[in-house]
């Protein structure tokens, strides 16, 4: 059984940084893509970033491009989302989620979530 628990969101200054972490565990990871997504009030769960296990092929939303780095440690089983230059529309719970890229097209596992709040 896949599990992924996420920590680190926070209240932090329009401008600041944060340090998201999604500690994996349940399986071997090597042929999943791990991917983080956010929720803001009200609004739909959307992409932000996402990396395959191995540490290639890395995607970003327009919106966080330049600001956000998603990266994995392997040796820790922990995928981290580096968020700098944070802007009060990042607001959202954000969630740490795991495909399987040989069985499944879709994330079909998930976190509980992290708050991350922005003050402007």
């Known amino acids: 059984q896949v599990q992924l628990v996420e920590s680190g969101g926070g209240l932090v200054q329009a401008g600041g940084s944060l340090r998201l972490s999604c500690a994996a565990s349940?399986?071997?990871?090597?042929?999943?893509?791990m991917g983080w997504f956010r929720q803001a009030p009200e609004k739909a769960r959307e992409f932000v970033a996402a990396m395959n296990w191995s540490g290639d092929i890395t995607a970003y939303a327009d919106s966080v491009k330049g600001r956000f780095t998603i990266s994995i440690d392997s040796a820790k089983n922990t995928v981290l989302l580096q968020m700098n230059s944070l802007k009060p529309e990042d607001t959202a719970v954000y969630y740490c989620a795991a495909r399987n890229t040989v069985l499944s097209a879709k994330y079909d596992y998930w976190g509980q979530g992290t708050q991350v709040t922005v003050s402007s």
């Open positions: 349940g399986r071997t990871f090597s042929t999943y893509r």
